[in-house]
């Protein structure tokens, strides 16, 4: 079974400065996606950027960009000039894309952005 | 294009009642997936419906159950509940694994 670790429970970061979270994640398969997801206290789980694994390129979205070491099994999310609405919960989450598709997700790193 | 809607936002039982909570995933999106949100457990899986049939299910009591309509609607359904069943319960549509979830606002349970 696949399992996604993110060892940071709690960070914070000064706003407009930049802030890397950290995901590691366990799996046999050579096919899947990996996730970034923020869930403000509003509780709304939001897309922030998604990785496909055989895509050697790091994905971009605006300020936020990962880190992915393939063979490392490691996806890390960088979030540049951190802004206050960036505070939330940031979940990784492992997308198997094999017969079951099933999709596992990290235990969540809290961000606090301190103006 | 519209969300995913959850009903109700909130919700209050009591212990050995029972519950349905709806999803409408968005429109195209064949697959839904249920999550059980506790501070202390995380996200935990439930279950995945694609097109009417059950695809994936997760470790939880069979007191836990839900279902898909044609039109992709989904229920789920926990009966005799119990305190520990208070949590946040999120739906996630999908049109398939590269596009990821998108993910309603869930439906706050409070057991009491």
């Known amino acids: 079974a696949q399992t996604v670790t993110q060892s940071q429970p709690e960070m914070s970061v000064q706003e407009a400065e930049t802030v890397t979270l950290s995901c590691t994640y366990d799996?046999?398969?050579?096919?899947?996606?990996l996730f970034w997801y923020k869930q403000p206290p509003s509780r709304q789980m939001i897309l922030v950027i998604r990785?496909?694994?055989?895509?050697?390129q790091n994905a971009t979205e605006n300020r936020f960009s990962v880190n992915f070491q393939k063979a490392a099994k490691s996806f890390s999310l960088k979030i540049s000039d951190s802004q206050l609405g960036d505070t939330a919960m940031y979940f990784c989450?492992?997308?198997?894309?094999?017969?079951?598709?099933?999709?596992?997700f990290g235990t969540g790193t809290k961000l606090q952005v301190i103006p | 294009k519209a969300g995913v809607t959850q009903t109700p936002r909130y919700l209050i039982k009591t212990r050995g009642q029972q519950v349905t909570l709806s999803c409408s995933p968005i429109?195209?999106?064949?697959?839904v997936s249920w999550y059980q949100q506790t501070p202390g457990q995380g996200l935990q899986f439930l279950f995945e419906?694609?097109?009417?049939?059950?695809?994936n299910k997760g470790n939880f009591p069979g007191r836990f159950s839900g279902r898909q309509f044609s039109n992709s609607r989904s229920e789920m359904n926990v009966s005799t509940l119990e305190l520990g069943d208070s949590a946040l319960y999120l739906c996630?549509?999908?049109?398939?694994?590269?596009?990821?979830?998108?993910f309603g606002s869930g439906t706050r349970l409070t057991v009491v």
């Open positions: 989450a492992f997308w198997d894309s094999g017969g079951y598709q099933k999709v596992t």
């Open positions: 990785q496909e694994a055989y895509k050697q």
């Open positions: 429109s195209g999106h064949r697959s």
């Open positions: 419906y694609f097109s009417e049939t059950q695809r």
């Open positions: 799996t046999s398969e050579s096919n899947y996606y």
């Open positions: 996630a549509s999908s049109a398939g694994p590269p596009l990821g979830y998108t």
